[in-house]
C-alpha cells in the first residue's frame, strides 16, 4: 500500500534526552525516513522532492517531486505511537510534462510548490504548481460498492423460497482518491515562483518573475493583476520578483520579494494596482562591500510571514533575516546560515550552486528558524537567544539507541588537522554541494520538522 518511490521506513521509537553540553532545544532525535537509501548517480531524477508543506494542523504532510507527484502523508492516531509518526496516504500524478508550441519551450511537470486549503469537511484541498498551470485537488475517501445480493444465504433456502427477499448492498475497503477539481492557466508568460493562500479562504495569489495576479478559488478562467513590474522596454529590466506571500490574518496585505534584496508590502485597499508599495524594506547598503558575488548574495530566495503576522523572514544564499512589519530601515535579527563557505564562493559559482533557491520558515511558535544548507545540513536558529545549531540529515548521522542528532563542527580548512576528528566534524573541502537541503516545513503545532533531502523525507522531533 505504501508508495514505491517513498517507502516507509519504521524507527525505533525513543525518549529524546540530550546531548552533553547541548540543550534541549537543540536537541532533536530521528523519526522517521521515506525514500529509497541509494547512491548519488542512481537517483533519478523525477525523484528529488521540490516541495514540502504541512496542513494548517499539521495532521497532514505532502510532499511534491520533479516528476509531477504529490505524496500525502497522515500523522498516525495510535496512542501506543509517537506523535510524530506519519504514514503513507495517498499519492497521485498532479503535473504532466507539456510542450508550448507558440514559444516552443517544454514545460517541466515539476512541482514547485503546494498549499493546503483550511479543511471544512472530510476532504482535503490542495493547490499545487508547476512552472505555468496552477491546479485544485481534492482528496477524500470514497467507499465502493461490492455487490448487491438479494437477503441472505438463508433466504435461498427452499422453505423460504416465497418469502420477500429486501437487496442488500455490500462494500469493499474505502480508498482514498484524488480528483482535479479546477485548473487555473494561461495567466502568466513567466514561471511561477510561488502561490499563497488568502486568509479569507476565498482567494489566492500567484507570482512570476514580473507579475503578481490574485484568484478566486471558485472561478479558474479569469484572475486580476495585481502587481506588474514589467517595463517598457526589456533592457531597462532591473530586478524580478522572486516570492510572495499574503498576511497570515489581514486579507489586504501581502509582501514580494525581489533579487535585489528588497521586500515591499502592498494593501490592496489603496489601490487596485498596487506597483506603488505601501512599505519598503530595504537594508542600506554597506560601501565596504563591493564583491563581484554581492548582488547574486542579496537576492532572496523566499519570504514568509510569521504566525502572528508581526514579523516576516527572508532568506537569501548567505542568511535568514527576521524583519519587523512596523520597521522598513533594516532586520531587527540576522542568522548567518553557512559562513564558511564565503570562501567558496567563486567554485559555487562555477557550478551553479549560488543560485540555489533555498527555503527558510518559523516555528510554530515563532521562537526559531530552520532553513537548509549543503552536505544535508540544516541550521536551527533560536531567536531570542541568537544561539543556533548546525545538523544534518542523514542515517550516518544519528548515534546512539536513542538517535539523537549530533551537533556538525565545519572547518574552514584541513591543513590544520582537528585533534580526535569524530563523525561530526566536517572540512569544507570535503562538503558534497549536490547533497543541498532546498525544503523543509516545521508542524505547525508540535516540534517536528520535515527534510527534503534530495529523494529522501526526513521527519526529526524533539
Same mark, same amino acid.
Given at each position: 500500500?505504501?508508495?514505491?518511490?517513498?517507502?516507509?521506513?519504521?524507527?525505533?521509537? =525513543?525518549?529524546?534526552?540530550?546531548?552533553?553540553?547541548?540543550?534541549?532545544?537543540?536537541?532533536?532525535?530521528?523519526?522517521?525516513?521515506?525514500?529509497?537509501?541509494?547512491?548519488?548517480?542512481?537517483? %533519478?531524477?523525477?525523484?528529488?522532492?521540490?516541495?514540502?508543506?504541512?496542513?494548517?494542523?499539521?495532521? @497532514?504532510?505532502?510532499?511534491?517531486?520533479?516528476?509531477?507527484?504529490?505524496? *500525502?502523508?497522515?500523522?498516525?492516531?495510535?496512542?501506543?505511537?509517537?506523535?510524530?509518526?506519519?504514514?503513507?496516504?495517498?499519492?497521485?500524478?498532479?503535473?504532466?510534462?507539456?510542450?508550448?508550441?507558440?514559444?516552443?519551450?517544454?514545460?517541466?511537470?515539476?512541482?514547485?510548490?503546494?498549499?493546503?486549503?483550511?479543511?471544512?469537511?472530510?476532504?482535503?484541498?490542495?493547490?499545487?504548481?508547476?512552472?505555468?498551470?496552477?491546479?485544485?485537488?481534492? &482528496?477524500?475517501?470514497? =467507499?465502493?460498492?461490492?455487490?448487491?445480493?438479494?437477503?441472505?444465504?438463508?433466504?435461498?433456502?427452499?422453505?423460504?423460497?416465497? +418469502?420477500?427477499?429486501?437487496?442488500?448492498?455490500? @462494500?469493499?475497503? &474505502?480508498?482514498?482518491?484524488?480528483?482535479?477539481?479546477? &485548473?487555473?492557466? $494561461?495567466?502568466?508568460?513567466?514561471?511561477?515562483?510561488?502561490?499563497?493562500?488568502?486568509?479569507?479562504?476565498?482567494?489566492?495569489?500567484?507570482?512570476?518573475?514580473?507579475?503578481?495576479?490574485?484568484?478566486?478559488?471558485?472561478?479558474?478562467?479569469?484572475?486580476?493583476?495585481?502587481?506588474?513590474?514589467?517595463?517598457?522596454?526589456?533592457?531597462?529590466?532591473?530586478?524580478?520578483?522572486?516570492?510572495?506571500?499574503?498576511?497570515?490574518?489581514?486579507?489586504?496585505?501581502?509582501?514580494?520579494?525581489?533579487?535585489?534584496?528588497?521586500?515591499?508590502?502592498?494593501?490592496?485597499?489603496? =489601490?487596485?494596482?498596487?506597483?506603488?508599495?505601501?512599505?519598503?524594506?530595504?537594508?542600506? +547598503?554597506?560601501?565596504?562591500?563591493? =564583491?563581484?558575488?554581492?548582488?547574486?548574495?542579496?537576492?532572496?530566495?523566499?519570504?514568509?510571514?510569521?504566525?502572528?503576522?508581526? @514579523?516576516?523572514?527572508?532568506?537569501?544564499?548567505?542568511? &535568514?533575516?527576521?524583519?519587523?512589519?512596523?520597521?522598513?530601515?533594516?532586520?531587527?535579527?540576522?542568522?548567518?546560515?553557512?559562513?564558511?563557505?564565503?570562501?567558496?564562493?567563486?567554485? *559555487? @559559482?562555477? %557550478?551553479?550552486?549560488?543560485?540555489?533557491?533555498?527555503? +527558510?520558515?518559523?516555528?510554530?511558535?515563532?521562537?526559531?528558524?530552520?532553513?537548509?544548507?549543503?552536505? $544535508?545540513?540544516?541550521?536551527?536558529? $533560536?531567536?531570542?537567544?541568537?544561539?543556533?545549531?548546525?545538523?544534518?540529515?542523514?542515517? !550516518?548521522?544519528?548515534?546512539?539507541?536513542?538517535?539523537?542528532?549530533?551537533?556538525?563542527?565545519?572547518?574552514?580548512?584541513?591543513?590544520?588537522?582537528?585533534?580526535?576528528?569524530?563523525?561530526?566534524?566536517?572540512?569544507?573541502?570535503?562538503? !558534497?554541494?549536490?547533497?543541498?537541503?532546498?525544503?523543509?516545513?516545521?508542524?505547525?503545532?508540535?516540534?517536528?520538522?520535515?527534510?527534503?533531502?534530495?529523494? $529522501?523525507?526526513?521527519?526529526?522531533?524533539?
Amino acid at each position: 500500500r505504501y508508495s514505491p518511490r517513498l517507502p516507509f521506513s519504521r524507527p525505533l521509537v =525513543s525518549m529524546a534526552s540530550s546531548v552533553a553540553g547541548l540543550p534541549p532545544e537543540f536537541t532533536w532525535n530521528f523519526s522517521q525516513v521515506f525514500g529509497d537509501r541509494v547512491g548519488e548517480s542512481d537517483i %533519478s531524477e523525477a525523484d528529488i522532492i521540490s516541495a514540502v508543506e504541512f496542513c494548517h494542523d499539521g495532521e @497532514y504532510l505532502a510532499t511534491g517531486d520533479r516528476g509531477g507527484r504529490v505524496v *500525502l502523508f497522515e500523522r498516525t492516531q495510535d496512542p501506543r505511537m509517537y506523535s510524530a509518526e506519519y504514514k503513507f496516504y495517498a499519492e497521485f500524478q498532479s503535473h504532466e510534462p507539456e510542450f508550448d508550441y507558440l514559444k516552443s519551450i517544454e514545460i517541466e511537470e515539476k512541482i514547485n510548490q503546494i498549499r493546503w486549503l483550511k479543511r471544512k469537511h472530510a476532504a482535503h484541498f490542495l493547490l499545487t504548481t508547476n512552472d505555468k498551470t496552477i491546479k485544485l485537488w481534492k &482528496v477524500y475517501n470514497k =467507499s465502493y460498492t461490492l455487490d448487491t445480493v438479494f437477503g441472505s444465504e438463508a433466504d435461498t433456502d427452499a422453505r423460504d423460497a416465497g +418469502a420477500i427477499r429486501f437487496p442488500k448492498s455490500r @462494500y469493499m475497503e &474505502v480508498r482514498t482518491e484524488s480528483r482535479c477539481k479546477r &485548473v487555473y492557466s $494561461n495567466a502568466h508568460a513567466y514561471h511561477i515562483n510561488s502561490i499563497s493562500i488568502n486568509s479569507d479562504d476565498e482567494t489566492f495569489l500567484s507570482a512570476d518573475d514580473l507579475r503578481i495576479n490574485l484568484w478566486n478559488h471558485e472561478i479558474a478562467d479569469q484572475s486580476f493583476n495585481i502587481v506588474d513590474i514589467k517595463p517598457a522596454s526589456m533592457d531597462e529590466l532591473s530586478e524580478v520578483i522572486t516570492s510572495a506571500k499574503f498576511h497570515p490574518h489581514h486579507c489586504n496585505i501581502f509582501i514580494y520579494s525581489t533579487s535585489k534584496g528588497n521586500i515591499r508590502l502592498g494593501d490592496m485597499r489603496a =489601490s487596485a494596482l498596487c506597483d506603488r508599495q505601501a512599505k519598503l524594506f530595504e537594508e542600506p +547598503a554597506s560601501g565596504a562591500d563591493k =564583491s563581484f558575488f554581492k548582488e547574486i548574495l542579496s537576492s532572496i530566495s523566499d519570504v514568509k510571514f510569521s504566525s502572528s503576522g508581526r @514579523y516576516f523572514l527572508t532568506r537569501d544564499y548567505m542568511t &535568514v533575516k527576521v524583519w519587523d512589519v512596523n520597521m522598513e530601515s533594516k532586520p531587527v535579527e540576522t542568522f548567518p546560515i553557512h559562513e564558511h563557505l564565503r570562501s567558496k564562493l567563486s567554485d *559555487l @559559482y562555477e %557550478s551553479d550552486c549560488v543560485f540555489d533557491k533555498f527555503e +527558510a520558515c518559523f516555528s510554530g511558535d515563532d521562537s526559531h528558524i530552520l532553513s537548509g544548507s549543503y552536505n $544535508n545540513h540544516f541550521k536551527i536558529c $533560536n531567536r531570542s537567544t541568537g544561539r543556533d545549531v548546525l545538523l544534518e540529515a542523514s542515517r !550516518d548521522a544519528i548515534e546512539g539507541p536513542q538517535h539523537i542528532l549530533t551537533p556538525m563542527r565545519v572547518h574552514l580548512s584541513d591543513s590544520h588537522a582537528v585533534r580526535n576528528p569524530r563523525s561530526c566534524d566536517v572540512y569544507v573541502n570535503q562538503m !558534497d554541494f549536490n547533497q543541498k537541503i532546498l525544503h523543509a516545513a516545521w508542524h505547525p503545532q508540535r516540534p517536528i520538522i520535515a527534510i527534503a533531502a534530495v529523494n $529522501n523525507l526526513y521527519l526529526f522531533r524533539q
